[in-house]
């Protein structure tokens, strides 16, 4: 199956830092979506972005095909914005890359 | 229009004991997926239905586990007998025929004590 790799597997940030979080995958996909899960356990879509770059608010995401990566960017991080974050890439069905667990701190 | 949604939202239940999960996609999507998180662990597809047909159950760990889909709308997962292992979240997702965009509920959490 197609692997995906997030990185970094843990972040703690202090509230009003930025973040980078990257998602590598392994082969040609239709589909690339950016989900926060939230402490609640919810699954929340954030980015269905199969190319190129969507903004939303404080969050963006860039996706690069041709090189099989993805990033998503948090600006000025609020302490809501902790859980986990899922990259999951789409080949007939989702592939979820082990999630990147984010601790914003005030 | 109203978003995927599943029920319950959290189920505890004895290790033994029967759980049915149910999932109501989006209205007029004929893409219905289960997922789910175990143990802390990445998401796993456990499978696929076109309207009420089994596209795809690669995913499903067991016969344990039972999905139906009456009539191409509503789905439930049956859980039968559940085990400590089978904690964790369970996620429907949906999407129209031809696109690749989906909808995932907000999941039900299970806890097998």
């Known amino acids: 199956g197609i692997q995906v790799e997030q990185s970094p597997p843990d972040l703690i940030l202090q509230e009003g830092a930025n973040s980078t979080l990257r998602c590598n995958f392994s082969d040609s996909v239709n589909n690339l979506q950016w989900f926060h899960q939230n402490p609640w356990g919810q699954l929340i879509n954030l980015f269905y972005?199969?190319?190129g770059t969507k903004q939303n608010g404080r969050l963006s995401a860039t996706t690069v095909a041709t090189e099989r990566y993805s990033l998503l960017y948090i600006s000025s991080s609020q302490t809501t914005d902790s859980g986990v974050y899922f990259c999951?890439?789409?080949?007939?069905?989702?592939?979820f890359g082990s999630g990147t667990k984010l601790n914003v701190k005030p | 229009e109203a978003g995927v949604t599943q029920f319950p939202s959290h189920s505890v239940i004895e290790k033994g004991q029967t759980v049915t999960l149910r999932c109501d996609p989006i209205?007029?999507?004929?893409?219905l997926y289960w997922y789910r998180r175990v143990m802390g662990k990445e998401i796993k597809f456990l499978l696929h239905?076109?309207?009420?047909?089994?596209?795809?159950e690669s995913g499903m760990p067991n016969n344990r586990f039972l999905a139906e889909r009456t009539g191409g709308t509503y789905s439930t997962l049956k859980v039968q007998p559940a085990e400590l292992e089978d904690s964790g979240v369970y996620f429907c997702?949906?999407?129209?025929?031809?696109?690749?965009?989906?909808?995932f509920g907000s999941g039900t959490r299970l806890t097998v004590v």
């Open positions: 239905f076109v309207k009420e047909s089994k596209q795809d």
């Open positions: 972005i199969p190319s």
């Open positions: 209205s007029g999507h004929d893409n």
């Open positions: 997702a949906s999407s129209p025929i031809d696109t690749y965009g989906y909808t």
């Open positions: 999951a890439v789409n080949f007939n069905k989702f592939y």
